[in-house]
């Protein structure tokens, strides 16, 4: 089994977190759209930027940007002096000094209005010029898509705009008094849920956009709808918080009405509840038009909207509060993707800890020792970065090809463990066609930036939520092991990775398992 742990993703404990939350909740009544066990073909970690255009870019820039858009408002790359001395102490006062930064992920239901949301953001804050929505404006004309051109700022590939809808993660900067923020506009397509994952597992706040539009809410919230699959992923994969924005205000339908609005935001607060969100802390909703740029950098102008009294969108992303991270803890960067430039550059989210210059790293599971050549956040060239914050590392040591998305950059004292099994909680939502939940239940399981095929080897014991726990362990009954659970069920089993199948014309051939081994203390193995 050693070797086996040497072929698993690096999973701990301490990125296994969702059960937790679900276990704390008292009402598992609403279930989700949609079951993840079968993502579509082509699911993986699909980080904003593919290789190919990644390695384009020397010295590594932001990816997903616009070349023709916003590259006039991007910083240069402020490169400064490499060699200059490795001082801790310098290090920290600049990280006082820097603006905090946010991750914030733009989800919900498809054509909700993220893009647009997204794209009006970076034009109110200055980044995109008259004559680029000129352009835009006439491209989306010429395409029979006249209201997308909003979208077509953070939408920049040909398809994208083609079909009007996202499917890479969209990536842009701004920044509001307090705060610089990356913004990951996620897909609302159900075809591209793992992108969505992986935008939202970079996130360290979420806006969750819903059209007001008749019929709109009510098809992305019913089953089948993302909207519901949005939040219970979000909060699964650690956004702490959600601003809800009810979108589309402007549309003939809607016209700013108050009853629309409050249908709405009472409707989504028994779900988001049951989702593990703590209303009245964790959530603000707030009416909006993407479109027209109304209630976003501005508050409303009562001409518009007689009746809301509350805050803009800048001020409430500006004034938002995220649990701290702890800067000194252990390094954990779970590598979302790699390319060559000069180097070996790994992409991610800080989860843990902070990663400086000149520090001598190790990346599991493959133990490869490796040092730290340079760190970017955003376009710019740091000389650390905390926890929270999506970096661009350069790394010496190590080749590109000997490093997969799902990897975890560590630190040495401390590194993440690599297991094959694992015991967890799970929360059955919705079984595919009301499907029992057994042992030899096959899936493919997300965790940060790791996309693995898994098998659920045994059922341990089901949880009645209901029931409260005996707190000396000695008068605990043994639970009898259950053979199979429902949907509502909460269960705790034992998920073995690296279990696939081999299917043909619709059949399943073969099952298997990974059993190639990577020899000990090498440190390039192919993954
Ligand atoms: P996906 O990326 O496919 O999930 O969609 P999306 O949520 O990014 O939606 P997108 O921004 O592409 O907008 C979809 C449609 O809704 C476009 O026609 C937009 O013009 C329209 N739309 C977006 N926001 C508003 C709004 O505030 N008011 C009105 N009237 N239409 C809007
Ligand atoms: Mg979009």
Known sequence: MEHDAEMASPISSDMVTAADDWAARDDFEDSPAESHAHPPAGAGAAAAVTEDEAREEAPPAPPSEDANGIESTLQSLELQPSDAPHNRVQIEAEERNRKRHLNVVFIGHVDAGKSTAGGQILFLSGQVDDRTIQKYEKEAKDKSRESWYMAYIMDTNEE???????????????????????????????????????????????????????????????????????????????????????????????????????????????????????????????????????????????????????????????????????????????????????????????????????????????????????????????????????????LSGIEEEDIAAGFVLSNIGNPVGAVSEFNAQLQILELLDNAIFTAGYKAVLHIHSVVEECEIVELIEEIDLKKKKESDPKKRKPKKKPLFVKNGAVVVCRIQLGRFTLRTEGKTIAVGKVVAVPPTGISTFKA
């Open 160 to 394: 994208e705009r083609a079909k009007g809808k996202t499917v890479e993660v969209g990536r842009a900067h701004f920044e509001t008094e307090t705060t610089r923020f990356t913004i990951l506009d996620a897909p609302g397509h159900k075809s591209y849920v793992p992108n969505m994952i992986s935008g939202a597992s970079q996130a360290d706040i979420g806006v969750l956009v819903i059209s007001a539009r008749k019929g709109e809410f009510e098809t992305g919230y019913e089953r089948g709808g993302q909207t519901r699959e949005h939040v219970l992923l979000a909060k699964t994969l650690g956004v702490s918080k959600l601003i809800v924005v009810i979108n589309k205000m402007d549309d003939p339908t809607v016209g700013w009405s108050k009853e629309r609005y409050d249908e709405i935001e009472g409707k989504m607060t028994p779900f988001l509840k049951s989702s593990g969100y703590n209303v009245k802390k964790d959530v603000q909703f707030l009416p909006i038009s993407g479109l027209l740029g109304s209630n976003m950098k501005t508050r409303l102008d009562k001409s518009i909207c007689s009746w809301w009294n509350g805050p803009c969108l800048f001020e409430l992303m500006d004034c938002i509060e995220v649990p701290l991270r702890d800067p000194k803890g252990p390094v954990r960067l779970p590598i979302m993707d790699k390319y060559k430039d000069m180097g070996t550059v790994v992409m991610g989210k800080i989860e843990s800890g902070t990663i400086s210059e000149g520090d001598n790293l190790v990346i599991m599971p493959n133990k490869a020792n490796v040092k730290v050549i340079s760190v970017y956040c955003d376009e710019d060239k740091v000389r650390s970065a905390s926890p929270g914050e999506n970096v661009r590392v350069k």
